[in-house]
């Protein structure tokens, strides 16, 4: 267990700094100048070499990699161009909201698909499997930014139940938890059904049966506890859509959280700002899926990875 | 059951697909400004009304649709040329090659696919090609772990063993004796890769990161509609109702055509 620990552990930090190193080569891998981008095309030239001095862009590449990582070590995430404020404190003041709403719009997905994809299993190729499973793949199709407008539109300016967008309370999180959560339950849905079917025809589910126990505390007590497990793999891959999508529902409702500062200061050309943004998200992504992967082994003694 | 699954979206698909190849020569006029027409709702003499600018809301509809089929096929096809020929690659040669793909194939799988696209169209001119490229960028991942997997169990076949017993060179086995089946996967990867493509491009739009205006693209759209809900709900609706039909369409025939293809199945 312990060994396991270790090695995920370390497997972890190799990817952590691939993602890092790739997020620090994304300004130079791409085409075209971002100094000249950024100040665009009629800068003069003493503010182009003025900028880049700032950014460290005129010292050697290998030097400026040292520099970075040696920095991150530090927490030290450099300073916003826009705002000149320390970006970690920027970071700081953001990441509460973002993480309410992803927990939010888990929560959300849990609590359609665990149902939907529960009943689609138990009544396989029928009519309510059917049923299921079409909202599914309409839930798969429907794009966050169009599904928010649409629930602006019912809930926000018909109704008028929920605010149009901005962060006062809980209420301005249910909007954009119910557009983060529905696109996830639909996906999370069919993983639920296919994970019930799969524990369904195991051998512990036909004791259970000729202990004479009802179907409901069969498919309660041994079938959904023993599809926990995979679904909760599932969960933590999924989390990676779930903080994309985090991205373009804060920009919609305008909530203050890591995924709005990214698309602010892409708009702003605030490329530190926009590095930092991409790693935090990335490195919690790999974070949250270690965890799970640990999490797994630890819940299920069957499972031996060959670490 | 089974027929109108396959010939619904193949309908729609098909006359989207027409439609926007054709849209060239119709008597289209989607940056035509008609100021007396601003926000009017759909009528008999504009289907689906006008926008904002006063421009017929269906001509820009089929513009949007040549921007969506035009990134998604050159996205796709990128980005399945190269993941497979790296996926097959880092197969075939396995040792310090494969672990290496790996590990980059690992670290592109650490980011939400849909944040790199937007960094990297962020940092890059916004503009259609630049969509293609950031989108290729971040496609390549799947068909390249994809084209690995397949290519690692096809290399202990015994039609690929008697190629090597023969003393075929990597290329003509991997060209003659591997591509062709990886096909079958690769295909049903690639369609819900359009899907998957068409979402992201209109994503990107909606962020202002892809297509320029006066250039149209259903998530441009339905952006600019957002400003407009409470008094032209027409402006949301059809680009979506466009962008959901087609991306639905998509996903229902890539099922039907895994199930299709599926070898395990038919048996």
Same mark, same amino acid.
């Given at each position: 267990?312990?060994?396991?620990?270790? +090695?995920?552990?370390?497997?972890?930090?190799?990817?952590?700094?691939?993602?890092?190193?790739?997020?620090?080569?994304?300004?130079?891998?791409?085409?075209?100048?971002?100094?000249?981008?950024?100040?665009?095309?009629?800068?003069?030239?003493?503010?182009?070499? +003025?900028?880049?001095?700032?950014?460290?862009?005129?010292?050697?590449?290998?030097?400026?990699?040292?520099?970075?990582?040696?920095?991150?070590?530090?927490?030290?995430?450099?300073?916003?161009?826009?705002?000149?404020?320390?970006?970690?404190?920027?970071?700081?003041?953001?990441?509460?909201?973002?993480?309410?709403?992803?927990?939010?719009?888990?929560?959300? +997905?849990?609590?359609?698909?665990?149902?939907?994809?529960?009943?689609?299993?138990?009544?396989?190729?029928?009519?309510?499997?059917?049923?299921?499973?079409?909202?599914?793949?309409?839930?798969?199709?429907?794009?966050?930014?169009?599904?928010?407008?649409?629930?602006?539109?019912?809930?926000?300016?018909?109704?008028?139940?929920?605010?149009?967008?901005?962060?006062?309370?809980?209420?301005?999180?249910?909007?954009?938890?119910?557009?983060?959560?529905?696109?996830?339950?639909?996906?999370?849905?069919?993983?639920?059904?296919?994970?019930?079917?799969?524990?369904?025809?195991?051998?512990?589910?036909?004791?259970?049966?000729?202990?004479?126990?009802?179907?409901?505390?069969?498919?309660?007590?041994?079938?959904?506890?023993?599809?926990?497990?995979?679904?909760?793999?599932?969960?933590?891959?999924?989390?990676?859509?779930?903080?994309?999508?985090?991205?373009?529902?804060?920009?919609?409702?305008?909530?203050?959280?890591?995924?709005?500062?990214?698309?602010?200061?892409?708009?702003?050309?605030?490329?530190?700002?926009?590095?930092?943004?991409?790693?935090?998200?990335?490195?919690?992504?790999?974070?949250?899926?270690?965890?799970?992967?640990?999490?797994?082994?630890?819940?299920?003694?069957?499972?031996?990875?060959?670490? | 059951?089974?027929?109108?699954?396959?010939?619904?979206?193949?309908?729609?698909?098909?006359? %989207?697909?027409?439609?926007?190849? *054709?849209?060239?020569?119709?008597?289209?006029?989607?940056?035509?400004?008609?100021?007396?027409?601003?926000?009017?709702?759909?009528?008999?003499?504009?289907?689906?009304?006008?926008?904002?600018?006063?421009?017929?809301?269906?001509?820009?509809?089929?513009?949007?649709?040549?921007?969506?089929?035009?990134?998604?096929? %050159?996205?796709?096809?990128?980005?399945?040329?190269?993941?497979? *020929?790296?996926?097959?690659?880092?197969?075939?040669?396995?040792?310090?090659?494969?672990?290496?793909?790996?590990?980059?194939?690992?670290?592109?799988?650490?980011?939400?696919?849909?944040?790199?696209?937007?960094?990297?169209?962020?940092?890059?001119?916004?503009?259609?090609?630049?969509?293609?490229?950031?989108?290729?960028?971040?496609?390549?991942?799947?068909?390249?772990?994809?084209?690995?997997?397949?290519?690692?169990?096809?290399?202990?076949?015994?039609?690929?063993?008697?190629?090597?017993?023969?003393?075929?060179?990597?290329?003509?086995?991997?060209? %003659?004796?591997?591509?062709?089946?990886?096909?079958?996967?690769?295909?049903?990867?690639?369609?819900?890769?359009?899907?998957?493509?068409?979402?992201?491009?209109?994503?990107?739009?909606?962020?202002?990161?892809?297509?320029?205006?006066?250039?149209?693209?259903?998530?441009?759209?339905?952006?600019?509609?957002?400003?407009?809900?409470?008094?032209?709900?027409?402006?949301?609706?059809?680009?979506?109702?466009?962008?959901?039909?087609?991306?639905?369409? *998509?996903?229902?025939?890539?099922?039907?055509?895994?199930?299709?293809?599926?070898?395990?199945?038919?048996?």
């Amino acid at each position: 267990m312990l060994q396991l620990f270790f +090695a995920r552990l370390l497997s972890m930090f190799g990817v952590i700094l691939g993602v890092v190193t790739l997020v620090f080569l994304l300004i130079h891998l791409v085409p075209g100048d971002p100094v000249q981008a950024m100040l665009g095309e009629s800068a003069t030239a003493t503010d182009q070499v +003025a900028l880049r001095h700032a950014l460290g862009l005129d010292q050697p590449l290998l030097t400026q990699y040292f520099n970075t990582l040696q920095n991150l070590v530090r927490g030290d995430l450099g300073t916003s161009l826009y705002s000149k404020e320390p970006i970690r404190e920027m970071l700081a003041r953001r990441i509460p909201v973002t993480v309410l709403l992803t927990l939010a719009g888990l929560a959300v +997905a849990m609590a359609i698909a665990l149902p939907l994809g529960s009943v689609a299993a138990l009544n396989k190729d029928k009519f309510w499997d059917y049923t299921a499973m079409s909202f599914s793949l309409l839930g798969i199709s429907v794009p966050h930014f169009w599904l928010a407008p649409l629930l602006i539109m019912i809930f926000s300016l018909h109704l008028g139940w929920f605010p149009v967008s901005g962060y006062q309370n809980w209420d301005s999180l249910i909007l954009p938890a119910l557009t983060l959560g529905t696109a996830l339950a639909a996906i999370l849905a069919r993983m639920v059904r296919a994970t019930l079917l799969e524990v369904l025809n195991e051998d512990y589910i036909r004791t259970a049966r000729a202990k004479g126990l009802s179907h409901r505390a069969v498919v309660i007590h041994h079938a959904l506890r023993n599809a926990a497990l995979p679904i909760l793999t599932v969960l933590g891959m999924q989390l990676g859509a779930l903080l994309g999508g985090a991205v373009i529902t804060e920009t919609i409702f305008s909530l203050p959280g890591i995924g709005q500062l990214t698309v602010e200061s892409i708009q702003r050309r605030d490329y530190p700002v926009v590095q930092a943004c991409v790693l935090l998200i990335s490195v919690s992504y790999v974070g949250v899926n270690t965890f799970t992967d640990l999490l797994y082994s630890w819940l299920d003694p069957r499972v031996h990875y060959h670490a | 059951m089974l027929k109108w699954r396959v010939l619904i979206p193949s309908v729609i698909l098909g006359s %989207w697909a027409i439609l926007s190849l *054709v849209a060239q020569w119709l008597p289209l006029y989607p940056n035509q400004i008609t100021l007396a027409a601003i926000l009017q709702p759909p009528s008999f003499d504009a289907i689906l009304g006008f926008d904002d600018l006063g421009r017929p809301l269906l001509a820009r509809l089929l513009m949007g649709a040549r921007t969506s089929f035009f990134v998604a096929f %050159w996205v796709v096809l990128i980005s399945m040329t190269l993941g497979t *020929v790296i996926g097959m690659i880092s197969a075939w040669l396995g040792g310090y090659v494969d672990l290496w793909i790996v590990r980059i194939i690992d670290v592109f799988l650490a980011f939400p696919s849909i944040l790199l696209a937007i960094a990297l169209s962020g940092l890059l001119k916004p503009d259609i090609s630049n969509v293609v490229f950031a989108l290729s960028a971040v496609g390549w991942v799947g068909f390249a772990r994809l084209a690995r997997a397949q290519t690692l169990s096809l290399k202990r076949r015994e039609h690929v063993q008697a190629a090597v017993a023969l003393g075929a060179g990597n290329f003509r086995i991997l060209r %003659w004796h591997v591509l062709p089946l990886l096909l079958a996967p690769l295909t049903v990867e690639a369609t819900f890769g359009i899907a998957g493509v068409v979402i992201a491009e209109a994503g990107l739009s909606f962020l202002g990161l892809g297509v320029q205006a006066p250039a149209a693209s259903w998530g441009s759209m339905i952006r600019d509609g957002t400003l407009y809900m409470l008094i032209a709900p027409h402006l949301v609706l059809a680009p979506g109702i466009a962008l959901c039909g087609v991306v639905l369409s *998509v996903n229902l025939l890539g099922d039907r055509l895994r199930d299709y293809l599926d070898v395990k199945r038919k048996d």
